[in-house]
């Protein structure tokens, strides 16, 4: 079983930046890749950025050369430095993990923390 706290949403003005951060508890996910979501009201929830157990990364479109996922492995965190924020960015946003046991996957998200930007 594993547990993920998201933690950093606030409200923030355009161009501002905020930081989150996603804390894993009950198993160590270091060999597993984890990524964030964001699903603002009335829409899907989209994929954000993620990052291998290697520090691979990936991310959509929308948030490219604004935001940057890293993690520490021994922390057990992962997080997404959020710089030039748009209204457009507002949403809530999630932490994702696809953990195995034995040969199962699970998917494990958190609560989900809310980033507001004003314009």
């Known amino acids: 079983q594993v547990q993920l706290v998201e933690s950093g949403g606030a409200l923030v003005q355009v161009g501002g930046s905020l930081r989150l951060s996603c804390a894993a508890s009950g198993r160590t996910v270091n060999r597993y890749a984890m990524d964030w979501y964001r699903q603002a009201p009335g829409k899907q929830r989209e994929l954000v950025a993620i990052i291998t157990s290697e520090g691979r990364t990936n991310y959509g479109d929308s948030v490219k050369g604004r935001f940057t996922i890293s993690r520490d492995n021994a922390k057990n965190t992962m997080y997404l430095q959020m710089n030039n924020l748009k209204p457009e960015d507002t949403a809530v946003y999630y932490c994702?993990?696809?953990?195995?046991?034995?040969?199962?996957?699970?998917?494990?998200w958190g609560q989900g923390t809310q980033v507001t930007v004003s314009s």
């Open positions: 994702h993990a696809t953990v195995l046991s034995g040969l199962r996957p699970y998917d494990y």
